[in-house]
């Protein structure tokens, strides 16, 4: 049985909502790398470099939250970002409207912490 993309996205959560270093801050680093590997395989979005920047500085930001735990917070990226290229796959090119409401949620979301990290100045 094939899961709709947000159900296993969902499962993939940290237990620990505070958890700020992996949610949202490497979450929204593994989005933007997710949302430019969509754009560069072909997808409907056109490739654009600041997916990339955007990424770093988010990874920057939840370092800054998790000195300690670079190991892990890259794991979560790795982890997440072939899912968030399929949850734009989903959104975009399925029209899945459980993908959809998970991408605008997430868009929210970084957007709301890029808000108040200084690592995303200037890319908001």
């Known amino acids: 049985m094939r899961l709709a993309p947000a159900i296993w996205l969902a499962l993939a959560l940290p237990a620990s909502a505070g958890d700020l270093a992996l949610y949202p801050a490497a979450q929204c680093a ?9 754009a560069q395989a072909g997808g409907w979005l056109d490739p654009d470099p600041l997916s990339v920047q955007r990424a770093a500085a988010f990874r920057a930001a939840a370092l800054r939250l998790g000195p300690d735990r670079a190991a892990e917070i890259d794991a979560r990226i790795a982890d997440q970002r072939p899912r968030m290229a399929r ?3 989903a959104a975009i090119d399925w029209g899945d409207p ?4 998970l991408l605008e949620d997430l868009t929210q979301t970084c957007g709301a912490f890029a ?3 200084p690592e995303l100045e200037g890319l908001r």
Not at 30 to 38: Q, T, V
């Open 30 to 38: 593994a989005f933007w790398l997710g949302r430019e590997d969509y």
């Open 87 to 89: 949850l734009h796959e």
């Open 98 to 101: 459980q993908s959809i409401d």
């Open 115 to 117: 808000a108040d990290s």
